[in-house]
């Protein structure tokens, strides 16, 4: 390669390109789930996710960073709050982050909690008030199918077609919420098969974007920040995420 081309390639990269920070990253979530894990069983879900928060936010100040939490943990104030900055100085970037996505799965001693974070280049992330979506998540064989304004049952006929199986093949994962009782309704009159969890509705939709998981739509209502997270794990899957505020 000569200088000439060097230079030119050298300029149209972004600075992650350069300077990945990747396994640096992968190293917060780490300590985050660690801290958080400590407290597996012991019904403290509020003192779980807080440790998880400090051990991430601790781990976040040590990176050649200038990061903005653009979307983030907890209310106005918390140490990861929305519009923190974090890092010791360097590349600019924005943060969508969760600590302890499932705290009560961990109170209760359970499995399929995560830490997570999500990094792009500064205006990479929707902003979003914190509130309530209608969320709908599939992985890459159904991308393209699915329509968050079509009925449940047309969404699992077509996810069916999707996959060249059966309508009573295809498995749905939903929180179990109250208000999640029509959905379900909906869901069992379409003859489709259901999973309904406690907590952890990131992890629901990345299941249902991995093959061999025989998980093939994640649905229901959730919050602005899971629903962020979610469209950054399934932009790296190849899968899809619909949502309405």
């Known amino acids: 390669m000569t200088e000439t081309e060097a230079a030119r390639d050298s300029a149209t990269e972004s600075p ?16 985050a789930a660690l801290a958080g894990a400590r407290w597996l069983g012991r019904a403290e879900q509020d003192t779980a996710e807080g440790d998880a928060a ?112 059966m309508v009573n093949d295809v498995t749905t994962i939903v929180l179990d919420r109250p208000r999640h009782h029509d959905l379900i309704e909906e869901i069992r009159a379409s003859g489709a098969r259901i999973k309904l969890i406690q907590d952890g509705d990131v992890t629901a939709s990345i299941s249902a974007a991995i093959r061999g998981t025989n998980d093939h739509l994640s649905i229901g209502i959730g919050g602005t920040r899971q629903a962020v997270l979610t469209a950054a794990a399934l932009r790296c899957l190849g899968g899809e995420l619909q949502a309405q505020l």
């Open 54 to 165: 400090t051990a991430m936010r601790l781990a976040l100040e040590q990176l050649p960073i200038d990061g903005c939490v653009v979307i983030g943990a907890g209310e106005e104030g918390a140490q990861l709050a929305t519009g923190t900055r974090v890092g010791a100085g360097g590349v600019e970037v924005d943060l969508a982050l969760d600590p302890l996505e499932g705290r009560g799965v961990v109170a209760r001693g359970g499995y399929g909690a995560m830490s997570m974070v999500a990094v792009g280049d500064p205006g990479a992330f929707q902003r979003l008030p914190n509130m309530y979506m209608r969320k709908m998540a599939v992985g890459p064989k159904a991308r393209g199918s699915i329509d968050l304004k079509k009925p449940v049952g047309d969404n699992i006929r077509a996810i069916a077609d999707a996959f060249g199986r």
């Open 16 to 31: 992650q390109d350069r300077f990945c920070l990747c396994e640096s990253y992968a190293r917060v979530t780490e300590r």
